[in-house]
């Protein structure tokens, strides 16, 4: 079965900085990433996905991921962080038969 | 608005009550999918539809929850019995075929 680790429950970075949330999966065969982002008492909203190609993915909101086969990785990257993306970040697999797993997420504080 | 859309936002009951949720996909998605946040965790999978078909079932929808898709469009998913440890957000996504999910704003259930 599929599983997704986000081994960090927090990450804080000052405004203007690059910003890393890490994802690490496992899956059998192709894998199927996204990341989702949850602002307080909402529903969680679509960043990117990485299905197959460019192993570069860019999403909404200035956001990319890197898709790294070998280390099984899948990590949220933006190059200048602002305040308003603190927010709850999710990583997600799914296998081919659409059955997605989540991790426990990560709590982004950009600080001004 | 065009995407899902949860109604109620919020529901408070008294234990042992019984409550429904419902759950409108964006118009055009044939998929449509329940999960449960619990506070600091990520969204577990409880169950899903292809159209009206309920297709797959978690080990965590006991025999108190039951859902459905009548006509392939709304869904419901009811709780009978109400105990505290249901208490939690509970997420309606919908997609089209296995492409990405889309989420509504959720359900927030707190059993007193």
């Known amino acids: 079965a599929q599983s997704v680790a986000q081994p960090e429950d927090q990450v804080n970075v000052a405004e203007g900085n690059p910003l890393t949330v890490k994802c690490t999966y496992s899956v059998s065969g192709n894998p199927y990433l996204f990341w989702y982002v949850q602002y307080p008492n909402r529903g969680l909203q679509f960043l990117l996905k990485y299905i197959t190609g460019d192993n570069l993915v860019k999403g909404s909101y200035g956001f990319e991921a890197e898709f790294n086969k070998s280390q099984t990785s899948f990590h949220l990257k933006k190059p200048s962080a602002l305040v308003s993306d603190s927010a709850l970040y999710f990583c997600a697999v799914r296998d081919r038969a659409g059955d997605m797993r989540f991790g426990a997420g990560t709590r982004l504080t950009v600080k001004p | 608005d065009t995407g899902v859309s949860q109604d109620p936002r919020h529901k408070i009951t008294k234990r042992g009550q019984n409550v429904t949720f419902r759950c409108d996909p964006i118009?055009?998605?044939?998929?449509l999918y329940w999960y449960r946040q619990t506070l600091g965790q990520g969204p577990e999978f409880l169950t899903y539809?292809?159209?009206?078909?309920?297709?797959?079932k978690s080990r965590l929808l006991s025999d108190r929850f039951s859902a459905e898709r009548p006509k392939g469009s709304f869904s419901t998913l009811e709780i009978q019995r109400t105990e505290q440890g249901d208490s939690a957000m509970y997420l309606c996504?919908?997609?089209?075929?296995?492409?990405?999910?889309?989420f509504g704003p959720g359900t927030r259930l707190t059993v007193l």
């Open positions: 539809f292809q159209n009206e078909a309920q297709l797959e």
């Open positions: 118009s055009e998605h044939n998929r």
């Open positions: 996504a919908s997609s089209s075929h296995s492409d990405t999910q889309y």
